[in-house]
């Protein structure tokens, strides 16, 4: 497993990015569907030794906290444990981070 770092993790977010704006322009549909299959199917959310790293570096690693509540989050630590958590606030944080890229590209005016 190779490290995230801040600059991996920035640029990871800008790639997917631009690869979310050429799926949408190829294939339409919506720009936010793309969004949230690339980055629930990206390994940094996938696989648990990941999601540390990422909550470390990205922008906002409260996002989680815009769709769960406190008592939310508890019953997914007493489903999932802790991992089933933080994959959570990694999935939200990388999502918020992917949306701040499409919108430096101008993809939600495309």
């Known amino acids: 497993m190779k490290p995230i770092t801040s600059m991996s993790y920035y ?11 050429e799926e949408f322009t190829q294939y339409g549909g919506d720009i936010c569907d793309h969004e949230h299959e690339r980055v629930d199917g990206h390994q940094w ?13 990205c922008g906002n690693a409260d996002a989680w906290e815009d769709i769960y509540s406190n008592e ?8 999932q444990g802790m991992n089933g958590a933080r994959t959570v606030q ?8 992917v949306s701040q890229a499409l919108h430096e590209l101008g993809a939600y005016d495309l």
Do not use: F, P
């Not at 640029?11 to 704006?21: G, H, L, N, T």
């Not at 939310?72 to 489903?79: A, E, L, M, P």
């Open 11 to 21: 640029q990871e977010c800008m790639d997917i990015a631009k690869d979310i704006v």
């Open 72 to 79: 939310d989050i508890g019953d997914i630590v007493t489903s």
């Open 45 to 57: 959310i996938i696989y648990y030794a990941y999601n540390d790293d990422l909550l470390r570096h």
């Open 90 to 97: 990694a999935y939200w944080a990388m999502l918020e981070d």
